[in-house]
Nanobody
Framework: QVQLVESGGGLVQAGGSLRLSCAVSGISFSTYGMTWYRQAPGKKRELVASITSGGSTNYVDSVKGRFTISRDNAKNTVYLQMSSLKPEDTDVYYC?????????WGQGIQVTVSS
């Protein structure tokens, strides 16, 4: 059974920081590309950051220089370090594991940034 469990969300003031974690089980984690998405109610899901199995990273322009994605293959966990948070970063954040033919999703975690 594949599981992706996000943690670390919550309420933070603008300018603050949070670190999201996504613990993965049931797949060969090190061979999967991992991605963080976010989605607000009624809006399209947005790719925030991705990291390949080899460690290459990519970010949406709005978070470059503020967010950092990383992975620990020994712990089967992907992280999203978020700094200098803005109210517009408020969303539900999802992690996803991308295999050759399949994508697995976490349940999502709320991040709320107050002004």
């Amino acid at each position: 059974q594949v599981q992706l469990v996000e943690s670390g969300g919550g309420l933070v003031q603008a300018g603050g920081s949070l670190r999201l974690s996504c613990a993965v089980s049931g797949i060969s984690f090190s061979t999967y590309g991992m991605t963080w998405y976010r989605q607000a109610p009624g809006k399209k899901r947005e790719l925030v950051a991705s990291i390949t199995s080899g460690g290459s990273t990519n970010y949406v322009d709005s978070v470059k220089g503020r967010f950092t994605i990383s992975r620990d293959n020994a712990k089967n966990t992907v992280y999203l370090q978020m700094s200098s948070l803005k109210p517009e970063d408020t969303d539900v954040y999802y992690c996803a594991a991308h295999g050759y033919l399949t994508t697995y999703w976490g349940q999502g975690i709320q991040v709320t940034v107050s002004s």
